[in-house]
């Protein structure tokens, strides 16, 4: 009988091909899998002092209100999706539990609050060639000038939405959901392949 349920990574698949990359050992560009994390999509009015003050008590973060920019507390970042829609993520991972902390929390606010852990998964980009391989599938402008620390963005990556999200200069995590995470790494992969030799 089982006690606990297993949790598996979506890039299962492609584990014999980070070793390859990691073994080639160049600084171009690195590709890790950093599943597991709690994600919890929130929605609620930012003008409401009480809403904002909830996630502020509860996740130590309050939600960042310029589009595209990204808040950091100890445990959890919020991340900008829209004008009322935020993504809570951990900073390490762990088991979800801020939905059900701040689902009775904002009752009878106008909120919504929805654990996606288990629907996605973190690639973390590094290297001297991330924006270049990145830019291959991506049709942001993703130059320093434009795209910097502090921000992201949803977009795509070839035919798999994603979130950007530069954590300094040399490493990017793109937020994937779990159904196109083999396909968005191994897409990935054939964009750098020529900075890799």
Known sequence: MWSEARQESPLIGLKQAQKSVAAA?????GLIERPFFEMVNVRGEIDDPAFA?????TAGVAPPVAPNTVAHGERYSLL???????LLKSAAPCRPVMEATLRPLLAGQYASVVDVSSGYTVLELSGTRVRDVLQKGCPL???PRQF???????????KADVLLWPLDAGTWAVTVRRSFADYAGRMLLDAAEEFLA
């Open 53 to 57: 003050r909830v996630l502020r008590e």
């Open 25 to 29: 050992q160049t600084q171009a560009f």
């Open 80 to 86: 900008w999706l829209g004008p009322d829609e935020w």
């Open 141 to 143: 402008d993703l130059h």
């Open 148 to 158: 910097r620390v502090g921000q992201c963005a949803q977009s795509h990556f070839f």
